[in-house]
């Protein structure tokens, strides 16, 4: 049964559009939750992340935000760059050190 | 650059072998986890080390055997492998905070294939 989902695999914009991320959860204990990116041939590398008691966290052209009662996050990337075109994974944590994973979202980003 | 190291990149091995991957941190990082990626799937987790303390096994068959000699360092011992093994095992590290609220970091990975 898979906690966390990404709908929408791929996604392609433009260059200098804004790219946004969706993610769904099942598990209401989950507390932290975080948007990794990954290049081919490399390991996930850490973007952004939230806590539950907030709602919204900025960091550069990357923006998180979660709404509780919905389940729901997404992420932001304004603006896209070419160097953004990766797989872009979801991750969901209860507090345990525990990680669980979305299947991923492939951005293309279109010069 | 990645902050956690992982070695070999690549590893081909026999059902029958004995090999070991490794993975490094000089963070200060006192949890480290391994997992494991199969193509076009999100990664799986193996293990958890809090502590240099084995905290989490999820259910992994013992045919892979974690190992943590110190902060820095965590291992992964294979015996007896089978083809359905083959993956990517990633490394991971992180600060242990309150509640475990920490972001992990990951390194490049090792792909396995086995003969």
């Known amino acids: 049964d898979q906690q966390v989902k990404q709908n929408s695999p791929s996604l392609s914009v433009q260059e200098g559009r804004i790219s946004i991320l969706n993610c769904d959860y099942t598990n209401s204990m989950f507390d932290y939750f975080l948007w990794y990116k990954k290049y081919p041939a490399e390991g996930p590398t850490f973007l952004i992340s939230i806590s539950s008691i907030k709602d919204k966290n900025e960091d550069g052209r990357f923006t998180v935000f979660l709404n509780k009662s919905a389940k729901h996050l997404s992420l932001h990337i304004v603006p896209s760059q070419p160097g953004d075109s990766a797989v872009y994974f979801c991750a969901a944590s209860d507090g345990n050190n525990r990680l669980a994973f979305g299947k991923g979202n492939q951005v293309v980003v279109i010069p | 650059d990645t902050e956690v190291t992982q070695t070999p990149k690549h590893l081909v091995m026999g059902m029958t072998n004995k090999k070991s991957l490794k993975c490094e941190q000089h963070?200060?990082?006192?949890?480290m986890y391994w997992y494991k990626q199969k193509a076009k799937k999100p990664p799986e987790l193996m293990f958890v080390y809090s502590y240099e303390k084995l905290s989490i096994n999820e259910s992994v068959p013992s045919r892979f055997s974690p190992e943590c000699p110190n902060s820095s360092l965590l291992n992964l011992h294979l015996h007896a492998l089978q083809p359905e093994d083959s993956a990517l095992y990633l490394c991971?590290?992180?600060?242990?905070?309150?509640?475990?609220?920490?972001?992990?970091?990951f390194g490049d990975g090792t792909r396995l294939s086995i003969l």
């Open positions: 963070m200060g990082h006192r949890a």
């Open positions: 991971a590290s992180s600060q242990i905070g309150v509640g475990g609220n920490q972001p992990q970091h």
